[in-house]
């Protein structure tokens, strides 16, 4: 449903705008104020997508919701030459689905009246949260799009992926998405760091340090209650020059082993075998607050658990302190 289909109503209209370009923290910034002078509505999505709540900027402008998208885009063109494709429904998820679906520079507007004959016959991936193990389980079971999972009886889909999982995905293929667009700055970001008491060429050591500050990064995301969906290490080196990698998290995240794991992949990376190392700093950016990010479905039970264990770990430290639990790899 791509062009404009008339005036919009008063239901929810969510527009998400791909940016077709490479973002700094001060250029994001810039365009999240100018987002603003439409809609207080805007929150980043990083790296390089916003999204807006249009529905009180409609009377106010007194055009229809496809309408107001084209303006916004216009203005991205005009004033810093970012070309971007756009997607317009009725909730989030739903637009993030239509701005996937829309080839560079076009908009595609997905009204509410039109949303489940639009997610039929999509692929079940295009749902958020459908990871590879998902997928693989579904399609063992010639179950390949959105439609196949909305005709199903709930309890055979409960059979396939179990209760929890289940429900949450039939919850999106049938568009359903409650989350509002929260705004929030986009340049948040988090830093923890070491410096060493002598320059260090052990790279046990290396791994031990990385390791702890990557874990303090998720006890300080889920005391904020916010996931992350960059890291970056930095490591400074004896003679004061230093290297930075920074990795996208297949999904934003809290949850100190996917965080370790990903920076401690950094590290490997680096290869700092015969390296003199003086100071390291992990830093969390792309910010979210939790309970508007999705997080994978998973069809592990030991992921339920460890997120659990996790979260007593997280008590037992606000009662007792920060070195009450540990990871074992941390313990003297």
């Known amino acids: ?19 077709h370009t490479s973002l700094s923290e001060t250029r994001y910034a810039d365009i999240i104020e100018l987002m603003s002078g439409i809609t207080p509505h805007v929150q980043a999505v990083p790296p390089n997508a916003v999204q807006l709540d249009l529905t009180s900027a409609l009377r106010y ?34 637009a993030a689905m239509a701005a996937d679906a829309s080839a560079p520079g076009d908009t595609t507007w997905v009204p509410t009246g039109q949303a489940a004959e639009w997610l039929y ?9 459908v990871g590879r193990t998902t997928a693989d389980t579904l399609r063992r079971y010639g179950l390949h799009t959105i439609g196949q ?15 929890g999982p289940a429900r949450l995905l039939a919850e999106r293929a049938r568009g359903h998405d409650p989350r509002p667009v929260t705004p929030a700055e986009p340049a948040a970001h988090l830093i923890t760091d070491l410096v060493l008491e002598r320059d260090c ?17 998720g ?26 990698r920074t990795r996208t998290l297949p999904e934003p995240t809290a949850h100190s082993p996917a965080l370790t794991a990903a920076a401690l992949e950094l590290l490997a990376s680096l290869g700092l075998q015969r ?18 990010a999705y997080r994978q ?15 007593a770990a997280d008590r037992a430290r606000r009662r007792f302190g920060r070195q009450a639990v540990r990871p074992a790899a941390l313990a003297d």
């Not at 016959?121 to 949260?129: C, D, E, K, M």
């Not at 999972?149 to 209760?163: E, H, M, V």
């Not at 052990?202 to 303090?216: E, N």
Request: net charge positive; hydrophobic share 40%.
């Open 149 to 163: 999972i909305t005709d199903l009886p709930s309890a055979t889909l409960q059979r396939l992926l179990g209760a």
């Open 219 to 244: 006890q300080r995301l889920r005391g904020d209650s916010q996931v992350a969906g960059r890291l970056t290490l930095t490591v400074r080196y004896a003679d004061r020059s230093s290297t930075t």
């Open 61 to 94: 402008f007194d055009l229809s919701p496809y309408e107001v998208v084209q303006l916004a885009k216009l203005r991205l063109k005009a004033l810093y030459g970012i070309d971007s494709s756009a997607g317009l429904a009725g909730n989030r998820m739903l």
């Open 201 to 217: 060429l052990d790279p046990a050591q290396h791994h031990r340090a990385v390791l702890g500050l990557a874990d303090r990064i």
């Open 275 to 292: 390296a003199r190392v003086r100071a390291f700093a992990v830093r969390a950016d792309g910010l979210l607050p939790a309970d508007s």
């Open 121 to 129: 016959p999509r692929p079940v991936t295009a749902l958020p949260g």
């Open 1 to 19: 449903m791509n062009g404009m289909n008339g005036r919009g109503t008063r239901q929810r209209h969510i527009a998400h705008l791909h940016l």
């Open 297 to 311: 479905l998973s069809l592990d039970p030991g992921d339920a658990r460890a997120h659990a264990a996790e979260a």
